[in-house]
Nanobody, 118 residues
Framework: LQLVESGGGLVQAGGSLRLACAASGVTLERYTIGWFRQPPGKDREAVSCISNTNTNAYYADSVKGRFTISGDDNERTVYLQMNSLQLEDTAVYYC????????????WGNGTQVTVSL
């Protein structure tokens, strides 16, 4: 399984971006897909994740109401729609896929930079 993130960039505060995580190698139906981020000088933190059923989603308190995670099984892609971006959202965003049963099957993408400016 390989994961490739895209959609990052420079955006003004209040703007929007949509990140995509494209998977290749296997289908995602048995994986939980998560978005994590690592702000400059800080530890990596969980942002949002979605189960393989697409019915349960988790959001960090800091992004609730602003970010939406969704999946497209046919395209093997998971999206993170980010609205009302804030300076504090500046980070490298990583996609993660972890098998719902065999947790040792845990994969990461290389990340995409999101920079929010004034």
């Amino acid at each position: 399984l390989q994961l490739v993130e895209s959609g990052g960039g420079l955006v003004q505060a209040g703007g929007s971006l949509r990140l995509a995580c494209a998977a290749s190698g296997v289908t995602l139906e048995r994986y939980t897909i998560g978005w994590f981020r690592q702000p400059p000088g800080k530890d990596r933190e969980a942002v949002s994740c979605i189960s393989n059923t697409n019915t349960n989603a988790y959001y960090a308190d800091s992004v609730k109401g602003r970010f939406t995670i969704s999946g497209d099984d046919n395209e093997r892609t998971v999206y993170l729609q980010m609205n009302s971006l804030q300076l504090e959202d500046t980070a490298v965003y990583y996609c993660n896929a972890r098998h719902s049963i065999y947790h040792a099957l845990d994969y990461w993408g290389n990340g995409t930079q999101v920079t929010v400016s004034l």
